[in-house]
Nanobody, 121 residues
Framework: QVQLVGSGGGMVQPGGSLRLFCAAS????????MGWYRQAPGKQRESVATITSGGSADYADSVKGRFTISRDNAKNTVSLQMDSLKPEDTAVYFCNAEIRRAPWSPELTYWGRGTQVTVSS
């Protein structure tokens, strides 16, 4: 069994910063990709940032230059540093990982429960 546990959400004023953290645990052989998605009220879930095991990162255009994703392969963790936050960043943020549980297993997608980020004055 695999579990993703995220933390670090909260409320911040526009222009402020928050850091999200997520740890994967359980029966894991390798994690191909980790990332963060978000879902605002009335909107579809969207990709915010992803990072491969080799460190290649990809960002949504709306967060480029403001958010930084990082990963610790040895600890199976991923972090998202969010700076210069805007009200439109308000959403529930979900940790995501594509995990292989054994060398012969296919990659499966796992989700954390989500953490609320609210940007408001």
């Amino acid at each position: 069994q695999v579990q993703l546990v995220g933390s670090g959400g909260g409320m911040v004023q526009p222009g402020g910063s928050l850091r999200l953290f997520c740890a994967a645990s359980g029966s894991i052989f390798s994690i191909v990709k980790m990332g963060w998605y978000r879902q605002a009220p009335g909107k579809q879930r969207e990709s915010v940032a992803t990072i491969t095991s080799g460190g290649s990162a990809d960002y949504a255009d709306s967060v480029k230059g403001r958010f930084t994703i990082s990963r610790d392969n040895a600890k199976n963790t991923v972090s998202l540093q969010m700076d210069s936050l805007k009200p439109e960043d308000t959403a529930v943020y979900f940790c995501n990982a594509e995990i292989r549980r054994a060398p012969w297993s296919p990659e499966l997608t796992y989700w954390g429960r989500g953490t609320q980020v609210t940007v408001s004055s």
